[in-house]
């Protein structure tokens, strides 16, 4: 009995240990992933632009584009 006892105080840590150091080592990659991710989210964020802010330099584009339309009529007319 005793011999027993002493082979699962020896087994019992070593399966234990193991699956504890496994579940804290992936438990702080994966919030260190969800770290990574969220410091993505923010720079891809930078990096595009709004629906606003691109409607109105459109706007800018066609209005520049409309003058020198206008210019090429002017001069194919004169």
């Given at each position: 009995?005793?011999?027993?006892?002493?082979?699962?105080?020896?087994?019992?840590?070593?399966v234990i240990i193991p699956i504890f150091y496994f579940i804290k080592?992936?438990?702080?990659?994966?919030?260190?992933?969800?770290?990574?991710?969220?410091?993505?989210?923010e720079e891809i964020a930078k990096e595009y632009v709004s629906k606003k802010d691109f409607s109105i330099e459109l706007e800018r584009i066609f209005d520049k584009l409309?003058?020198?339309?206008?210019?090429?009529?002017?001069?194919?007319?004169d």
């Open positions: 009995m005793e011999d027993m006892e002493l082979i699962l105080d020896i087994i019992i840590p070593l080592s992936h438990g702080s990659e994966i919030q260190r992933q969800g770290i990574l991710l969220n410091k993505t989210r409309d003058k020198l339309d206008a210019k090429i009529d002017k001069l194919i007319t």
